[in-house]
């Protein structure tokens, strides 16, 4: 080691021994990294450093950029000249040693929502056997570990691919059989919400094949294809909580280093090595290996994209891809909210088919609210999606998942996963034609007004939203038309050769004129055979093109012999009837009658399960599982809904603390309020301060009679993004020791209501609530306002007595003989 190097290491571990006297003592002094704020925004600065090390967030409003470094790498940003300093929290984050929670039995140690690569291919296995004709679990390569011998067992390199094998579909133009989705995920192995992400949609489609019409029909007419580890010898690195970016090739940098191997989004052959967006020192996060493709991982990668997606561009730098070209690829990575498509190499220059790239990016946008900013900072070469286009002419895509490389479980269950998924279902609409159908319009909320169950001969009366709006223009203005025909056709897709026969929609105001327009109409359904019928729909713009389809089932059914479900929805507490809306398994809905509470639905015969949710606030819902829907009968489900008992109602008005521990400075103001006049808020008359971590608490609440407890409040919070908490949390024991509910950062746009499910309550004779804030030594916002605070629950229903004899203990028993 030179000795301005060991200056410089001694130089960082003395500023991280100073933050551990200054009071922060979960910064671990033995850490390989270190993550620090380098207060530039200078896009010069920026590209150098991206060339061997990737930034992980540039904040341009704050004029810093993050990024994880060791001593090493510490010493070359000081030879940059720039204001250095260490980010104690996101250090501690990623050094904290990994445990697995309490009864915590799957997942990686500390985050059970995200499988372990073992426990992924283990649920892709089981996909495969469980939907035989539907699923495909490939062997496509092998990791680097696999290929040397005497080591690391090492990886197959496996391919989830979804089809219907039994249903032939409709060839793209281009004959190439049916058009195709490629996904690759957690091709960086600490980018922990990828896999899980691409796992989880592959769920959802197998799941509501049969169920949902959109899911039907993409698996009917499309492929699917998921490779949720790119990367697997890398994530099994990461899940010990190591800050593992590239695969474990020992060649590269030593075999026991931790910075060893290749960075596999530098590694593909498209433009490799050629723009200084990739490294060749061997210990760098972004060394792009010894030669293009020369990784097992981006060999495999490579060689399947050639197998399912046809060559569609010619090599010309400047050749686009055909308007009609077919196919859409994703690379999904972690983090920062973006969606970026080519080029990677050159930031200065844009694809041939970066109008048609930009419309499609800026409608993925949509659903999951990412910046749709089509290229970053700095240079990127060698990596997939330029491969993807480059090479192949597909439609391609980066979408950087989240906030974090190691995002809590709670912010992927309720934001990255169903927000993303839905961008992930768009897309699956398109590979068809992905430069040209996400310009026309979508058709939104697609019903039948009479019910999904439909007696021989009688109309079905469709309604739906044509929508040429839906983009998200954060980053530019997308164009946009007005909606000009909407059209829909029975049991055969719009492409389907020879076309099937469409039936015109109106427009609800009589005139199409506008980019969204509400459409309707009667369609026979004279001489369809009783079951199962899917409804396809599709509008068309001004400028004549069709956006994606959408699909609704319905039945032909007699209802003199067709099953029914019926019954009543009535409270425990007084016998009163309830309103309901009674749901049948996800085909069949109705509500029960408010004034009796009674209910019949007609549904096709099945085992369903039926459930109750009541349309007020006073009562819990209920379910009932494995109800038989038999042809000609009528299957009778009672519901029972138990009142709810509130245990707690704070609205903040009567000006005191009503047993409410508020630490400072915590207080209740009026500033702002979702109830008039009062809210409990962290930081009264202005800004919170640095290093704040105060609570405001609940008093004791006995819930041992209570179940389905449930927390009710509205707030509003402004916090600096990824540094900065609002925590709501929970105690069984008191206040003794407290576990996370959710957390937020950032902001909202104003007064949202939040419902949080707590079945650790549930029981609990000494419950208790509290909103934390916690923040670093940095930047300071509005912060959190918190109103109208309810905790309520279902009283336990009590058996007065209750014997299975299944002991075989019949000791207590008398018995006489008759």
């Given at each position: 080691m030179s000795r301005i190097l060991t200056i410089s290491f001694l130089v960082l571990s003395l500023m991280i021994s100073a933050l551990l006297l200054a009071g922060d003592p979960t910064l671990p002094t033995d850490c390989p990294i270190t993550v620090v704020r380098v207060q530039s925004v200078d896009p010069v600065v920026i590209a150098d450093i991206a060339q061997w090390t990737e930034p992980w967030e540039i904040r341009t409003k704050e004029g810093y950029f993050i990024v994880g470094v060791n001593a090493d790498e510490f010493m070359r940003l000081e030879g940059l000249g720039v204001s250095i300093e260490i980010d104690a929290k996101l250090t501690a984050d990623y050094c904290a040693p990994r445990f697995r929670l309490p009864d915590q039995r799957s997942g990686i140690p500390g985050y059970p929502c995200y499988r372990t690569v073992e426990e992924t291919f283990a649920a892709a296995a089981q996909l495969a056997?469980?939907?035989?004709?539907?699923?495909?679990?490939?062997?496509?390569?092998?990791?680097?570990?696999?290929?040397?011998?005497?080591?690391?067992?090492?990886?197959?390199?496996?391919?989830?691919?979804?089809?219907?094998?039994?249903?032939?579909?409709?060839?793209?133009?281009?004959?190439?059989?049916?058009?195709?989705?490629?996904?690759?995920?957690?091709?960086?192995?600490?980018?922990?919400?990828?896999?899980?992400?691409?796992?989880?949609?592959?769920?959802?489609?197998?799941?509501?094949?049969?169920?949902?019409?959109?899911?039907?029909?993409?698996?009917?007419?499309?492929?699917?294809?998921?490779?949720?580890?790119?990367?697997?010898?890398?994530?099994?690195?990461?899940?010990?909580?190591?800050?593992?970016?590239?695969?474990?090739?020992?060649?590269?940098?030593?075999?026991?280093?931790?910075?060893?191997?290749?960075?596999?989004?530098?590694?593909?052959?498209?433009?490799?090595?050629?723009?200084?967006?990739?490294?060749?020192?061997?210990?760098?996060d972004t060394f792009h290996g010894a030669s293009a493709a020369s990784e097992p991982e981006a060999q495999a990668v490579e060689a399947y994209a050639d197998s399912i997606f046809p060559d569609q561009r010619d090599d010309?730098?400047?050749?686009?891809?055909?308007?009609?070209?077919?196919?859409?690829?994703?690379?999904?990575?972690?983090?920062?909210?973006?969606?970026?498509?080519?080029?990677?190499?050159?930031?200065?220059?844009?694809?041939?088919?970066?109008?048609?790239?930009?419309?499609?990016?800026?409608?993925?946008?949509?659903?999951?609210?990412?910046?749709?900013?089509?290229?970053?900072?700095?240079?990127?070469?060698g990596d997939t999606i330029d491969s993807a286009y480059g090479r192949l002419g597909v439609a391609s895509y980066v979408f950087e998942l989240g906030t974090t490389f190691f995002q809590d479980c709670e912010s992927f269950e309720s934001t990255i996963f169903p927000e993303n998924l839905e961008a992930l279902i768009y897309a699956a609409k398109v590979p068809r034609t992905p430069y040209l159908t996400p310009s026309g319009p979508e058709m939104l909320d697609l019903n039948l007004q009479g019910g999904a169950f439909v007696a021989p001969g009688d109309l079905i009366e469709v309604t739906a939203t044509a929508n040429d709006t839906r983009f998200n223009n954060s980053s530019g203005t997308e164009p946009t038309g007005t909606v000009a025909i909407a059209r829909c056709s029975l049991d055969a897709a719009p492409w389907t050769d020879p076309a099937p026969a469409f039936h015109t929609l109106l427009a609800a105001d009589g005139t199409f004129d506008g980019g969204t327009e509400l459409v309707e109409q009667s369609i026979e359904t004279t001489g369809l055979a009783d079951g199962r019928h899917t409804l396809f729909c599709q509008a068309q713009d001004n400028a004549g093109q069709w956006g994606p389809t959408s699909a609704v089932f319905f039945w032909i059914m007699d209802p003199a012999t067709a099953p029914h479900i019926a019954g009543a929805v009535t409270s425990a507490g007084d016998g009163s009837p309830v309103e309901a809306t009674i749901t049948v398994g996800s085909i069949?809905?109705?509500?029960?009658d408010p004034a009796t509470g009674l209910y019949n639905l007609m549904v096709p015969e099945g085992v369903y399960t039926v459930t109750a949710t009541p349309t007020g606030p006073d009562h819990g819902g209920a379910s009932v599982s494995g109800v038989a829907a038999v042809t000609g009968s009528t299957t009778t489900v009672d519901f029972l809904l138990q009142p709810f008992e509130v245990s707690l109602f704070e609205d903040a008005e009567d000006g005191n603390a009503q047993g409410w521990t508020a630490e400072s400075p915590w207080a209740l103001t009026t500033e702002s309020a979702h109830s008039p006049a009062h809210s409990w808020t962290d930081s009264p008359g202005g800004e919170y301060g640095d290093n704040v971590d105060s609570s405001l608490t609940s008093p004791v609440m006995d819930l041992s009679n209570v179940e389905n407890v449930e927390l009710r409040f509205f707030h509003t919070y402004v916090t600096e993004s990824n540094y900065d908490y609002a925590i709501v949390e929970h105690s069984t024991n008191g206040g003794s020791t407290w576990s996370e509910a959710i957390r937020w950062d950032g902001s909202n746009s104003g007064w949202d209501e939040v419902v949080l499910q707590l079945p650790d309550l549930s029981g609990t004779a000494q419950a208790r609530i509290r909103f934390r804030l916690d923040t670093d030594g940095s930047q300071t916002r509005d912060g959190w306002h918190v109103d109208d605070i309810i905790v309520r629950g279902k009283a336990i229903e009590s058996s007065i007595f209750a014997e299975g004899f299944e002991s075989g203990d019949s000791s207590g028993w008398d018995f006489a003989t008759p």
């Amino acid at each position: 080691m030179s000795r301005i190097l060991t200056i410089s290491f001694l130089v960082l571990s003395l500023m991280i021994s100073a933050l551990l006297l200054a009071g922060d003592p979960t910064l671990p002094t033995d850490c390989p990294i270190t993550v620090v704020r380098v207060q530039s925004v200078d896009p010069v600065v920026i590209a150098d450093i991206a060339q061997w090390t990737e930034p992980w967030e540039i904040r341009t409003k704050e004029g810093y950029f993050i990024v994880g470094v060791n001593a090493d790498e510490f010493m070359r940003l000081e030879g940059l000249g720039v204001s250095i300093e260490i980010d104690a929290k996101l250090t501690a984050d990623y050094c904290a040693p990994r445990f697995r929670l309490p009864d915590q039995r799957s997942g990686i140690p500390g985050y059970p929502c995200y499988r372990t690569v073992e426990e992924t291919f283990a649920a892709a296995a089981q996909l495969a056997t469980d939907y035989p004709t539907l699923a495909q679990w490939i062997d496509v390569g092998d990791s680097w570990e696999k290929t040397e011998p005497g080591g690391n067992a090492g990886y197959d390199m496996m391919v989830l691919k979804l089809t219907n094998s039994e249903v032939t579909g409709t060839p793209t133009g281009l004959g190439q059989g049916k058009p195709v989705l490629f996904i690759t995920s957690a091709i960086h192995a600490r980018e922990y919400t990828t896999a899980e992400l691409t796992t989880r949609f592959a769920e959802y489609l197998l799941g509501n094949y049969g169920v949902n019409a959109d899911a039907t029909w993409l698996l009917d007419e499309h492929e699917i294809h998921l490779m949720l580890h790119t990367n697997p010898d890398g994530r099994k690195q990461a899940e010990t909580g190591a800050s593992w970016r590239k695969n474990t090739n020992e060649n590269y940098c030593g075999a026991t280093s931790s910075s060893r191997g290749a960075d596999l989004n530098r590694n593909f052959s498209f433009h490799w090595a050629c723009c200084g967006g990739s490294s060749s020192s061997e210990c760098d996060d972004t060394f792009h290996g010894a030669s293009a493709a020369s990784e097992p991982e981006a060999q495999a990668v490579e060689a399947y994209a050639d197998s399912i997606f046809p060559d569609q561009r010619d090599d010309a730098m400047d050749a686009p891809a055909p308007d009609d070209a077919t196919g859409v690829y994703f690379d999904i990575h972690s983090y920062s909210e973006i969606i970026l498509w080519p080029w990677g190499f050159d930031t200065d220059t844009n694809p041939p088919n970066n109008t048609a790239l930009q419309t499609l990016g800026r409608k993925l946008a949509y659903f999951n609210g990412y910046d749709p900013s089509h290229q970053i900072w700095y240079a990127v070469d060698g990596d997939t999606i330029d491969s993807a286009y480059g090479r192949l002419g597909v439609a391609s895509y980066v979408f950087e998942l989240g906030t974090t490389f190691f995002q809590d479980c709670e912010s992927f269950e309720s934001t990255i996963f169903p927000e993303n998924l839905e961008a992930l279902i768009y897309a699956a609409k398109v590979p068809r034609t992905p430069y040209l159908t996400p310009s026309g319009p979508e058709m939104l909320d697609l019903n039948l007004q009479g019910g999904a169950f439909v007696a021989p001969g009688d109309l079905i009366e469709v309604t739906a939203t044509a929508n040429d709006t839906r983009f998200n223009n954060s980053s530019g203005t997308e164009p946009t038309g007005t909606v000009a025909i909407a059209r829909c056709s029975l049991d055969a897709a719009p492409w389907t050769d020879p076309a099937p026969a469409f039936h015109t929609l109106l427009a609800a105001d009589g005139t199409f004129d506008g980019g969204t327009e509400l459409v309707e109409q009667s369609i026979e359904t004279t001489g369809l055979a009783d079951g199962r019928h899917t409804l396809f729909c599709q509008a068309q713009d001004n400028a004549g093109q069709w956006g994606p389809t959408s699909a609704v089932f319905f039945w032909i059914m007699d209802p003199a012999t067709a099953p029914h479900i019926a019954g009543a929805v009535t409270s425990a507490g007084d016998g009163s009837p309830v309103e309901a809306t009674i749901t049948v398994g996800s085909i069949s809905s109705g509500m029960s009658d408010p004034a009796t509470g009674l209910y019949n639905l007609m549904v096709p015969e099945g085992v369903y399960t039926v459930t109750a949710t009541p349309t007020g606030p006073d009562h819990g819902g209920a379910s009932v599982s494995g109800v038989a829907a038999v042809t000609g009968s009528t299957t009778t489900v009672d519901f029972l809904l138990q009142p709810f008992e509130v245990s707690l109602f704070e609205d903040a008005e009567d000006g005191n603390a009503q047993g409410w521990t508020a630490e400072s400075p915590w207080a209740l103001t009026t500033e702002s309020a979702h109830s008039p006049a009062h809210s409990w808020t962290d930081s009264p008359g202005g800004e919170y301060g640095d290093n704040v971590d105060s609570s405001l608490t609940s008093p004791v609440m006995d819930l041992s009679n209570v179940e389905n407890v449930e927390l009710r409040f509205f707030h509003t919070y402004v916090t600096e993004s990824n540094y900065d908490y609002a925590i709501v949390e929970h105690s069984t024991n008191g206040g003794s020791t407290w576990s996370e509910a959710i957390r937020w950062d950032g902001s909202n746009s104003g007064w949202d209501e939040v419902v949080l499910q707590l079945p650790d309550l549930s029981g609990t004779a000494q419950a208790r609530i509290r909103f934390r804030l916690d923040t670093d030594g940095s930047q300071t916002r509005d912060g959190w306002h918190v109103d109208d605070i309810i905790v309520r629950g279902k009283a336990i229903e009590s058996s007065i007595f209750a014997e299975g004899f299944e002991s075989g203990d019949s000791s207590g028993w008398d018995f006489a003989t008759p």
